[in-house]
C-alpha cells in the first residue's frame, strides 16, 4: 500500500512563493515518477511537473521558468517550488506517483494553493 502526504499550500499574494512538499511511504519501486498536477475549478487536471527516479524534470509551459521540481530518493519526497505566483497558478494541486514497470499510479489527497492578485 502506497500513501501520499502532501503539505505546503496556502494563500499568497501575486508575486510571492510557495513550497510543496510530498513525503510517500510503502511499496515504492523504480524506475518512477513522482510529479505535482493541479486542477482548477471547470478545468481538468494537468501537468505541472514531474521528475523521474534517475533525476530527469518535465514541467509545463507555464510554469517554466517560475517553478522548480526536486525529490530527495532516500526520503521518496518529491518538492516544488513555486516562484513569481500568478492568480491563474491558483488550484488544487495534487501529488502523483507512478511505477514505470508495473504502471501502477498513487495520488495525494491535494492541497489547495491560492494566489491573490
Known amino acids: 500500500q502506497v500513501q501520499l502526504v502532501e503539505s505546503g499550500g496556502g494563500l499568497v499574494q501575486a508575486g510571492g512563493s510557495l513550497r510543496l512538499s510530498c513525503a510517500a511511504s510503502?511499496?515504492?519501486?523504480?524506475?518512477?515518477?513522482m510529479g505535482w498536477y493541479r486542477q482548477a475549478p471547470g478545468n481538468e487536471r494537468e501537468l505541472v511537473a514531474r521528475?523521474?527516479?534517475?533525476?530527469?524534470?518535465n514541467y509545463a509551459d507555464s510554469v517554466k521558468g517560475r517553478f522548480t521540481i526536486s525529490r530527495d530518493n532516500a526520503q521518496n519526497t518529491v518538492y516544488l517550488q513555486m516562484n513569481s505566483l500568478k492568480p491563474e497558478d491558483t488550484a488544487v494541486y495534487y501529488c502523483?506517483?507512478?511505477?514505470?514497470?508495473?504502471?501502477?499510479?498513487?495520488w495525494g489527497q491535494g492541497t489547495q494553493v491560492t494566489v491573490s492578485s
Open positions: 502523483n506517483l507512478a511505477l514505470l514497470l508495473t504502471k501502477n499510479e498513487y
Open positions: 510503502g511499496s515504492i519501486f523504480r524506475p518512477n515518477t
Open positions: 521528475i523521474f527516479s534517475g533525476g530527469s524534470t
